[in-house]
């Protein structure tokens, strides 16, 4: 599959392969989920993008999610990247209930291995010797061509032995802080938890549940021993979101579904949650998930 090219538009400058983004040669952080939703909308630009189209691509069946609040987070954090507003877009434009448009003007930024055969080019027509340069590019493509075969003779043969991925539900978060406020914090970190879970590289590792009926019982009713049961699942995250000196605590779990044992604990505690924050903590919570799970 061909490699998307760089693009730019306006200050900034972003690669859709690796996720990267620039302005004016800075840095700019952008999670590798709302990344990939801003390669689908620059790769049509001035053309609608449905929801159901980026549900599709960035959640793929079998993935349980709360879509619409991941879409709406990653539309949030793309736009904070960008310095775009939803009220007056310049880059970014809602489509209500459909999907989104991205209506700045983009271009592609040649590559370097693109001027270089441009280069090449205006050397042959100024009868300048070439030979030399397209034997070393010819063995140089001989060498890439092997090791792809041989790549993707190691992806056939390691196929079949692969192990199936270990199932997790992540259980809606408790507000146990008494303040309603930290409602939405406590809904956030778990759907985003549930998000950062079901990356695409970590789906190859773990298969995520996170909107079954049976995760959302009060927790005075929450048997884990019968989530597992009920949702066929081998494992479950949950956490607490309580008051601490300062600030606030989410004190996160994993447990094992068939004996309830705890895996692993953490708290986090930070004078506040906002919207980076959460994804920080979340990540944090499914870094530290998938790599406890991987030492079973």
């Not at 970014?92 to 270089?116: H, K, L, M, N, Q």
């Not at 970590?202 to 009060?218: E, F, I, Q, T, Y």
């Not at 779990?253 to 994804?279: G, K």
């Amino acid at each position: 599959m061909a490699t998307a090219p760089r693009v730019r538009f306006g200050v900034f400058e972003f690669d859709p392969s690796s996720g990267d983004l620039k302005r004016e040669g800075v840095a700019v952080r952008l999670q590798p989920q709302p990344a990939r939703v801003l390669s689908l909308l620059v790769a049509q630009p001035q053309s609608l993008v449905s929801r159901d189209s980026l549900r599709r691509q960035i959640w793929p069946d079998g993935t349980f999610v709360d879509f619409e609040r991941g879409l709406n987070f990653c539309i949030a954090q793309i736009r904070a990247a960008l310095g775009d507003s939803a009220d007056s877009p310049r880059f970014i434009e809602t489509v209500p209930r459909r999907g989104y448009r991205f209506i700045a003007p983009v271009t592609a930024v040649e590559s370097t291995a693109s001027a270089d055969e441009r280069r090449s080019a205006v050397s042959e027509a100024a009868g300048m010797p070439v030979a030399a340069h397209r034997r070393g590019w010819w063995l140089a493509g001989a060498a890439t061509a092997a090791a792809a075969g041989l790549f993707l003779v190691a992806v056939l043969v390691g196929a079949g032995s692969r192990p199936s991925p270990i199932r997790i539900a992540v259980v809606p978060f408790d507000n146990e802080s008494g303040s309603a406020a930290l409602n939405t914090v406590a809904s956030g970190i778990a759907d985003l938890t549930v998000a950062r879970l079901a990356t695409p590289e970590r789906l190859r590792a773990v298969s995520v549940v996170g909107n079954a009926a049976a995760l959302r019982r009060p927790r005075a009713f929450r048997d884990v021993k019968t989530i597992g049961e009920e949702v066929h699942v081998d494992y479950v995250v949950l956490a607490q979101v309580t008051a601490a000196p300062g600030g606030v605590r989410v004190i996160a779990h994993l447990i094992r579904t068939s004996d309830e044992s705890h895996l692993w604990a953490n708290a986090f505690v930070r004078p506040s949650f906002d919207l980076d924050q959460q994804a920080d903590v979340a990540e944090s919570i499914a870094q530290s998930v998938v790599s406890r799970l991987a030492r079973r």
